[in-house]
């Protein structure tokens, strides 16, 4: 048991994240876990890129990104939004580190089509060492989804994608998503445990869409890791545990469930 829960923070919800929300992670601390956070931003970006009149393309969820976004994305994300978790959480009394992918060469990138994309990355390495020292000596750190190549080039990382890979790299045993509505809904109701497989079907029937799809994509492909669960929940909640509990969607391995 390494104690490390991952926690990605989606831009959907991030100016509605309450002082509480930033003192549950402080008492997560408490409780023996090692908190990470990722962070997105998406709303953010869109609204520096329309201010500069420059228009938000996107393609299968993914923010097409030219030379003049990308410079938009990083000064958003890792200039804006990075800093200011970083000093919300830092006034609850926790240890923290902003981090972007290029420090430490964190997220190795390269694109995924750059004649579809631009810009956009995949991840192809993390630094995980890099990562486990921090925590190590009672850091958290605060990701933004940025990645770096060798050549110094910048790329824009979808925000589920960087967690799922990130926790993945680190062994992290939970990841949650912290989004802007209660976890998975069908028809109207909150799905409390669901499994890959059933979240297939979901995809298919279309209960599941748009910006759900990267993170239910991302809790999957880390379920083959060392994470026993994913779980979604709401950023709108005062505080992420309710009695010890977490509130929200668990996706669980098949072989869990089924005992
Ligand atoms: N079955 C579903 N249950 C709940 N939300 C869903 C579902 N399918 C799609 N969504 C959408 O996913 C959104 C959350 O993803 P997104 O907007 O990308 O948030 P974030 O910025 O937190 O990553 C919800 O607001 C909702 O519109
Ligand atoms: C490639 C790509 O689409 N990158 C995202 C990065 C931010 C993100 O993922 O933010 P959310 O978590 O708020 O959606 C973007 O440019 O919007």
């Known amino acids: 048991m390494n104690d490390i ?3 990605k923070c989606g831009g959907s919800t991030l100016e509605q994240l309450s002082d509480k929300f930033f003192e549950s992670i402080a008492d997560l601390i408490k409780l023996g876990k090692k908190p990470v956070i990722v962070h997105g ?5 869109g609204e520096m890129l329309a201010s500069l009149n420059i228009e938000s393309v996107f393609v299968d969820g993914l923010r097409k990104t030219t030379a003049e976004v990308m ?3 990083e000064m958003v994300l890792a200039g804006k939004v990075n800093t200011s978790i970083v000093g919300r959480l830092q006034k609850t009394g926790v240890k923290t580190i902003g981090l972007a992918g290029v420090d430490g060469q964190l997220l190795k990138a390269k694109p995924i089509n750059f004649e579809q994309l631009g810009y956009v990355g995949e991840i192809e390495q993390v630094n995980a060492q890099f990562l486990l020292e921090l925590i190590s000596i009672g850091f958290v750190p605060v ?3 940025i990645g770096v190549d060798d050549a110094d080039q910048r790329y824009n990382i979808n925000a589920d994608t960087a967690a799922g890979a990130i926790a993945k790299a680190i062994g992290a045993e939970q990841l949650l998503f912290v989004t802007d509505v209660p976890g998975i809904l069908k028809d109207g109701k909150l799905i409390e445990k669901t499994t890959p497989e059933e979240i297939e079907e979901m995809i298919e029937d279309g209960t599941i869409y748009g910006g759900m799809l990267p993170k239910v994509k991302a809790a999957i492909d880390s379920l083959t890791g060392n ?3 994913v779980i ?3 950023g709108k909640d005062a505080r992420i545990v309710h009695d010890g509990q977490i509130i929200g969607t668990k996706i669980v391995k098949e072989n869990i469930l089924s005992i």
């Open 227 to 229: 994470i026993k669960e």
């Open 5 to 7: 829960v991952l926690i």
């Open 71 to 73: 410079e938009v994305v």
């Open 41 to 45: 931003g998406g709303p953010a970006i």
């Open 232 to 234: 979604i929940v709401n």
């Open 143 to 145: 990701i933004a989804p």
